[in-house]
């Protein structure tokens, strides 16, 4: 009899704290992208790879893709503009890339920068076999490092929509591309914006295309211009486009 009333006791005195008890089951949060409907197409004289980017992670970040092309003679880099990405939304993406001459196979890796982590999300082959016999057609002209942009002219040789990309630059850099309109064959004044984690003198390359096969390109030295060089520059710049 002693040893039931001892039994019932020490229940009674665990059941008020396994009521209390909570048991908490959390899931990590995880950083992850799939890439949807890869497509590579000829844009003009260059190329232009398409996708769909799905945020298959749990974590909501400031997002930014990269694109990483190679083969045994040339490396391209090139990046999306960034992209508020929360779980479970879609971005289309369009990279715009070129390479002079440079035919073979080339490897391309897409990585994704989320909430300070880097993830390999998909690789690729392509072929390029186009040998470039035209020459330029497009001007490009006074480009200028500033502290936070790329700042030049372009003179098109024809109405439409451009896309200007840089190529060849330092690793660590990270430069946009940007698309714009010509209304007509005046100088146009076009800004880049880019991040510069070391700076580092040099050379590399700004390319203008459309997809009438008009392209420019320009090879360039990496020199940071002064405060007030850019403050003339950008009046002077101003002072022409609102005369054209």
């Known amino acids: 009899m002693v040893i039931i009333m001892v039994l019932i006791l020490f229940l009674l005195i665990l059941l ?4 209390g008890a909570v048991i908490d089951v959390t899931v990590a ?16 004289v260059g190329m232009k ?17 990269r694109l990483d092309l190679s083969n045994e003679n040339q490396e391209l880099t090139l990046w999306s503009r960034p992209v508020n990405f929360q779980p479970n939304e879609r971005e289309i993406f369009e990279f715009y890339w070129f390479s002079l001459n440079n035919t073979g196979n080339f490897t ?10 880097i993830k390999e999300v998909e690789n690729f082959d392509i072929y390029l076999k186009e040998y470039l016999l035209s020459k330029p057609t497009i001007e490009i002209n006074s480009v200028k490092f500033f502290e936070n ?10 109405v439409g929509e451009f896309v200007i990309l840089a190529s060849d630059y330092p690793k660590s850099w990270k430069i946009e591309q940007k698309k714009f309109y010509a ?3 005046w100088i146009k004044y076009v800004e880049l914006n880019y991040e510069a984690d070391v700076w580092r003198e040099g050379k590399m390359k700004i390319i203008v295309l459309n ?11 990496l020199k940071k211009e002064k405060k007030l060089n850019e403050i003339l520059f950008r009046l002077t710049s101003f002072v022409r486009s609102f005369l054209q």
């Open 149 to 158: 942009k790329i700042v030049l002219h372009i003179k098109p040789t024809v």
């Open 16 to 19: 008020p704290t396994a009521k």
């Open 108 to 117: 391309g890796k897409v990585k994704y920068y989320c909430a300070n982590e």
């Open 49 to 65: 790879t398409t996708f769909e980017a799905f945020n298959s992670g749990s974590v909501g970040c400031k997002a930014i893709f």
């Open 183 to 185: 209304r007509n064959s």
């Open 29 to 44: 949060d995880y950083v992850d992208a799939d890439i949807i409907g890869l497509k590579h197409e000829e844009f003009g």
């Open 211 to 221: 997809d009438k096969r008009d392209y420019g390109i320009k090879e360039v030295e």
